[in-house]
């Protein structure tokens, strides 16, 4: 299958896995933080929470490359790793 040269849907779940990407590395940080007792429960909530909505998201854009072809490998901050 050969690559589309540019394409929205591809764009657009890049974009929300890299948000989901930005926002489970924060879960985790503060989740490292955090003392023991119901602030450690709420950090730990809060990170479970954005890995799921990370895998959600890469599972999604995964699908979308699979499916379409489409995956900008020249793009100078491309962080996309498939999961193995």
Not at 22 to 29: C, L, P, Q, S
Not at 60 to 77: Q, S, T, Y
């Amino acid at each position: 299958m050969t690559p589309a040269p540019s394409c929205i849907d591809y764009r657009k779940l890049k974009d929300l896995h890299d948000a989901a990407r930005r926002v489970y590395i924060e879960g985790a940080k503060v989740l490292e933080g955090a003392p023991q007792g119901q602030e450690f429960e709420s950090a730990y909530q809060t990170a479970e929470n954005a890995m799921v909505a990370f895998v959600s998201a890469r599972e999604k854009l995964e699908k979308h490359i699979a499916d379409h072809g489409c995956v900008e490998l020249l793009e100078p901050n491309n962080l996309y790793f498939p999961l193995v």
